[in-house]
Structures are given as C-alpha cells and as structure tokens.
T-cell receptor, first 114, second 112 residues
Framework: AQTVTQSQPEMSVQEAETVTLSCTYD???????LFWYKQPPSRQMILVIR??????QNATENRFSVNFQKAAKSFSLKISDSQLGDTAMYFC???????????FGTGTSLTVIP | DGGITQSPKYLFRKEGQNVTLSCEQN?????MYWYRQDPGQGLRLIYY???????QKGDIAEGYSVSREKKESFPLTVTSAQKNPTAFYLC???????????FGPGTRLTVT
C-alpha cells in the first residue's frame, strides 16, 4: 500500500523567515515522482515543486526547495524568505510510473505572520 | 485559453436528489480524476479515467458514478446513495503516467 504522512497539521512562520514542512511516504515501487502542492484560501490547487525519485539532486524552484532522502522515504519542503502570499494549505503527493493514481497527505496549514 | 473548468462553483441540492458536477478540459490530457476534499483530510480519490469509455473506481467510489464519452469531459454524478455528499469536489487531469496533475477550481456541493 502507498501512504503519505504529513505530521504537522499546522505551522506558522514570520515573514522573511525560512520554514520546513515535513513529509514521509511509503511505497514498494522504485520509479515514482514526488510533488508539493499549495492550496491557498481560493482552494485552487497549485503545483509548487516536483522531484523525480531517480534523481539524486534536490529540486529547487525560486524560494522553494526540497530535501529528498530516498532511503528514509522523506521529502520535505523548504520555503525561504516567506511571504504573506505563501499562507496556504500544503499537500505532499506522489505518483508511481506503473499506475495512474496519486497519493496525497492530509496537508499542513501554513500561516505567514507579518 | 487552455485549462480545466468545473461548474458550477457552488451547488445546492435537497437530500435524495442526484446531482451532476461538470469537468471539462482543453489540455488534450488523457487522464482525468475526481477527488473529494473534507475539512482536515487530504484529497480522496473517487474515480479516474485513463482513456475514453474507460474508468476505474478510486478509494471512495460508493454513491458516485462517472462517464467518459469524450476526452474533454468527465462528469461526476453524486447519487442519493452517497451518505454524506456535502464536500468540496476537485477535478484533475494529467498528460500521462509520471506527470503532475492539473486541477480545476473545484465545486462546493451542499446537500440539505
């Protein structure tokens, strides 16, 4: 069975500071992809960053970067220079090459404090 | 203007009535998905479709039905058999395996 766990239901960070959101997953597959999605109050799901499991290099996208530890099945998201617009629900997800399903965590609600 | 549209944004129904949620895409993506989102929970998969005229049940398919007669359209019917239909429903598409999913704006369904 494929599972995704986000152990931090809520987090907060001061504007301009750095915050790290945790995610662990469990799968027996070897070829898979990992994602972080952002869901602001508008409830539109927006892709933040993507990581291929076969790549050792951690993905980065402007202020967003990941720490991917394949052996530990860990995939954390680091947000640098936090902005008020980063306030949102963040979901970790992964998909496997052998199937068409995605597996989502329960989300972390992040609040950026001015 | 490419994208995924879901209509309506808000939908109200009386208990015992079936209701159909629309999902249309012009991204030419093969795969389409329906998710349900409840407070404090992640996204739960209802149904998904990889090609026209084919679809598979997800984790919570009971009380729901779908069709995929066209590549662009994947409507979801919430039947009266669904015990707790009030929720936020998200439609998503993907170009294929290994790719990220793209989401529509969602429909908030309230059944009273």
């Amino acid at each position: 069975a494929q599972t995704v766990t986000q152990s931090q239901p809520e987090m907060s960070v001061q504007e301009a500071e750095t915050v790290t959101l945790s995610c662990t997953y469990d799968t027996s597959e070897n070829n898979y992809y990992l994602f972080w999605y952002k869901q602001p109050p508008s409830r539109q799901m927006i892709l933040v960053i993507r990581q291929e499991a076969y790549k050792q290099q951690n993905a980065t996208e402007n202020r967003f970067s990941v720490n991917f530890q394949k052996a530990a099945k860990s995939f954390s998201l680091k947000i640098s220079d936090s902005q008020l617009g980063d306030t949102a629900m963040y979901f970790c997800a992964f998909g496997v090459n052998t199937g068409n399903q995605f597996y989502f965590g329960t989300g972390t609600s992040l609040t950026v404090i001015p | 203007d490419g994208g995924i549209t879901q209509s309506p944004k808000y939908l109200f129904r009386k208990e015992g009535q079936n209701v159909t949620l629309s999902c249309e895409q012009n991204l030419n993506h093969d795969a389409m998905y329906w998710y349900r989102q409840d407070p404090g929970q992640g996204l739960r998969l209802i149904y998904y479709s990889q090609i026209v005229n084919d679809f598979q049940k997800g984790d919570i398919a009971e009380g729901y039905s779908v069709s995929r007669e066209k590549k662009e359209s994947f409507p979801l019917t919430v039947t009266s058999a669904q015990k707790n239909p009030t929720a936020f429903y998200l439609c998503a598409t993907a170009p294929g395996r290994g790719y990220e999913q793209y989401f529509g704006p969602g429909t908030r369904l309230t059944v009273t």
